[in-house]
């Protein structure tokens, strides 16, 4: 599965001293670039901003707070465009999938427009789910699965939208110890392999140490 | 385009009322070309002040409204305050939205049905422990107390002044306030007036109101209930508007300005009121005594509910058996025979009048419905908050007397060819459901979990496909309901339809208060049912929708 060989050279995601804060105190800076397939950890208590910085760079940050610096996606500048065309992947704590629609319909909610045709559609969903171990899953009812299966649902719904980048918010912190691992690794192997920078916000140091990229702590 | 709800739905709610009361306060300055009125004085008001008993029908509008709320408040915070949290109060919760869908002029009937002098609780009675072998003489309906048209309107607002608090008891952490009061040692109900009651009132003041000034200025329960020697003031003003001496239609404006003074004096006797209360609660608070022993007051509380409950639901159970009562005489229980006679008699006749009712219905909860998504949606795009002056604006049309405003905004569409056109109805009609479409709406669409919004837009979709794909089908329950919540309104709405429908709109509604003077129990039970059961089946449908269309979607389901 790969792709996006044209133009926009594949540098990386770029935050080019971002800076976030809220009634003039600062809540947030960070001056990083993260290449291609590498895993930048943003560590700090609650409360610290990590969220918000991730806010800022899927570009929903709340009115509330004030922003400066520039956020560069594979050399494009990014810090004017709404979210649904900034070409990030998002992944919460909660796998939040659509409750009214099935588990082929999150994914095929996901899919990315460029893959036309009912037939081809249906295929590319179907294939992501085979690929998680997951096939015959297309018709269930999102509230029946595991927590596991949940996530791997939301991973591959976001991969499907052909994200740029992965923006990950304490993406593992509510699964149990023994699919925590698991997951973990499935998502950071599929950014690694696709080549997506990923900016991961966590508390958790042994999610940090399993990233094995820089990492910059928020006070 | 979505900029323009949020300025559109005020005027939908403010301009009819303002443009009412103009239309109203020129005649009754005596300023009305149409009908010969050229020149500005006050002799409408001269006139108005020579009708009998005047001062009388002022009298009574004020006092039913005063004590209908005063007594409807009183229940519901008692209620609340000694049974929150229990088993009895989680049967009532599911009670109240039934009850309060049963139109006003049902209840009416139904209560009229039951406490006549032939009604069902003296034949519950009679002979064997009264004696009575004939109807008692006693004037039980309409008499000249207004006492029995002040039943009939607490039964009706309990509900909504249950079903207002309920929404706002978790908003200010009730249930955690009852347990730091319980710790101190107060009792339930000492504990919820000291400790809660201050910030539900803040939360429930303008519906409290709004049934103040509904309760001053009603017609259709005060034409089935009400006294009629003189009747309430509102009454009189459709009466002298309804004269055929046109000379008669200046003392209706002038009369529907006096409505609204009433109204305005029954709330400002009301803050009075309020701010006594508040004195009293001070020095009881400040005595220190915990009101450990709520016994009584506990079990006065439940008694009073249950009654109001049963009043309600008796009632429709006796527009039925009406309907189809076959022989049925004093003192029988029950009827000798059951028949469908009086089914195929007026079901042809009253076919029109449901058609225009459920057109007119469905026109303005629709309507009411969508612009209620727009603002709703605008806010959430736009990040603002509503203000107090967006919420008073809502309440204005529930709180200026219907009389007052409907009776110029009639004079307005007549002076704008609108008068009896559909498209007049439905804009009236829509000023009186968009508020509790909105109401009803608010909550559940702002505790929608945004970050499904942002997951939505993180997956490249618009604002728009997150709209129509997204937060519409999850919260397809709640926006259902507020759509069925409208329709009730619109099918509980007798005045609006009977002024502004010029008589060329008949609804099931008109049709069954029209009836009031009549008195065949048969006919009013069949028209009466059938006016109570279509908000019933609007909600049938607005739960039944969502359960088949995600009859597979386990999150889907309502909590239990």
Redesign the interface.
């Given at each position: 599965m790969s792709d996006m060989d044209t133009a926009g050279a594949k540098t990386g995601l770029t935050l080019d001293k971002a800076e976030i804060t809220l009634n003039g105190d600062r809540l947030a800076a960070v001056d990083a670039h993260i290449s291609p397939g590498e895993i930048l950890t943003v560590m700090g208590p609650s409360g610290s901003g990590k969220s918000t910085l991730l806010?800022y760079v899927?570009?929903?940050l709340?009115?509330v707070f004030s922003a400066t610096g520039r956020i560069r996606l594979n050399g494009l500048d990014v810090t004017a465009l709404?979210?649904?065309?900034r070409?990030?992947?998002?992944l919460?704590q909660?796998p939040?999938l659509?409750?009214?629609l099935?588990v082929g319909g999150n994914l095929m909610?996901?899919l990315?427009?460029a893959i036309k045709g009912h037939a081809a559609r249906h295929q590319a969903v179907e294939a992501a789910l085979s690929y998680v171990g997951m096939d015959d899953f297309l018709d269930r009812?999102?509230?029946?699965l595991s927590g596991g299966q949940r996530a791997r649902v939301a991973l591959m719904?976001?991969l499907l939208?052909k994200?740029e980048a992965l923006?990950l918010d304490e993406p593992f912190s509510k699964l149990d110890t023994a699919r925590r691992g698991q997951v973990r690794d499935l998502v950071f192997a599929e950014a690694r392999q696709r080549g997506l920078p990923v900016l991961l916000v966590t508390h958790d140091a042994v999610d940090a140490r399993a990233a094995g990229g820089p990492c910059i702590e928020l006070a | 385009m979505l900029r323009l709800v949020p300025a559109g739905a005020f005027l939908v709610l403010i301009g009819p009322v303002l443009a009412g009361l103009l239309g109203a306060a020129l005649p009754a300055f005596g300023y009305l070309p149409a009908i010969g009125g050229k020149n500005l004085s006050l002799g409408p008001f001269g006139d108005l002040a020579a009708m009998p008993g005047l001062l009388r029908s002022c009298g009574l509008s004020l006092a039913i409204g005063l004590i209908t709320t005063v007594i409807s408040y009183a229940i519901v915070v008692l209620f609340i305050a000694g049974w929150r949290g229990t088993r009895l109060f989680g049967a009532m919760e599911r009670l109240v939205s039934p009850l309060l869908s049963v139109p006003h002029a049902a209840a009416a009937f139904g209560l009229a049905f039951l406490i006549a002098p032939s009604g069902f609780l003296v034949r519950l009675v009679s002979p064997w422990l009264t004696g009575w072998d004939r109807p008692p003489d006693f004037l039980i309906v309409n008499d000249s107390l207004g006492l029995a048209m002040m039943a009939g309107l607490i039964v009706k607002e309990i509900p909504f002044l249950l079903l207002v608090s309920l929404a706002a008891l978790p908003q200010i952490r009730a249930a955690q306030f009852g347990h730091v009061t319980a710790s101190l040692g107060y009792g339930r109900i000492a504990g919820f007036v000291f400790g809660v009651l201050p910030a539900l009132y803040r939360q429930i003041r303008l519906p409290v109101f709004a049934v103040l000034a509904y309760a001053t200025s009603v017609v259709d329960v005060a034409l089935i209930l009400g006294p009629t020697t003189p009747p309430p003031l509102a009454v009189r003003v459709l009466q002298w508007q309804a004269d055929p001496d046109l000379a008669m239609r200046f003392v209706a404006a002038a009369g529907a300005l006096l409505q609204l003074a009433v109204t305005g004096l029954g709330l400002l006797v009301w803050v009075f009121g309020e701010k006594a209360t508040a004195r009293l609660c001070a020095v009881l608070y400040a005595t220190g005594r915990r009101g450990k022993d709520d016994k009584v007051w506990r079990r006065l509380a439940v008694t009073l509910m249950s009654a109001s409950a049963f009043i309600v639901l008796a009632g429709i159970a006796l527009l039925a058996l009406w309907s189809i009562a076959g022989l049925w005489r004093y003192p029988d229980l029950l009827p000798d025979s059951l028949t469908l006679g009086v089914w195929m008699r007026s079901l042809p006749g009253l076919t029109s009048p449901l058609i225009n009712a459920v057109v007119i219905g469905i026109s303005s909860s629709l309507a009411a419905t969508a612009i209620a998504l727009g603002a709703l949606e605008y806010e959430a795009r736009a990040?603002v908050t509503p203000t107090i002056r967006a919420l008073v604006a809502l309440y204005l049309p529930l709180l200026v007397p219907q009389i007052a405003f409907l009776l110029g905004l009639n004079v307005v569409f007549t002076w704008a060819y609108l008068d009896g056109r559909l498209v007049a109805l439905v804009l009236v009609h829509l000023v009186f459901v968009f508020p509790y479409v909105l109401l009803s709406l608010a909550d559940p669409w702002r505790a929608w979990?945004r970050?499904?919004g942002?997951?939505?837009?993180?997956?490249?979709?618009?604002p728009d496909a997150v709209f129509w794909?997204?937060r519409l089908?999850?919260l397809?329950r709640p926006v259902l309901t507020a759509a069925a919540v409208g329709f009730a309104v619109s099918i509980g709405l007798y005045l609006p339809t009977l002024m502004i429908g010029a008589g060329r709109w008949p609804t099931i509604t008109t049709e069954a208060v029209a009836l009031a003077a009549g008195g065949d129990r048969r006919v009013i039970g069949a028209t009466a049912l059938l006016q109570a059961l279509l908000p019933f089946a609007g909600f049938a449908l607005a739960l039944g929708i969502p359960a088949l269309l995600?009859r597979?979607?386990?999150?889907?389901r309502p909590a239990a």
């Open positions: 806010a899927a570009g929903f709340d009115p709404p979210p649904e065309r070409g990030m992947g998002l919460f909660d939040l659509f409750p009214h099935s909610f996901g990315t427009p009812d999102p509230a029946t719904r976001t939208s994200p923006l | 990040g979990d970050r499904y942002l997951m939505a837009r993180a997956l490249r979709h618009g794909r997204i089908p999850m397809l995600f597979d979607r386990r999150a889907m």
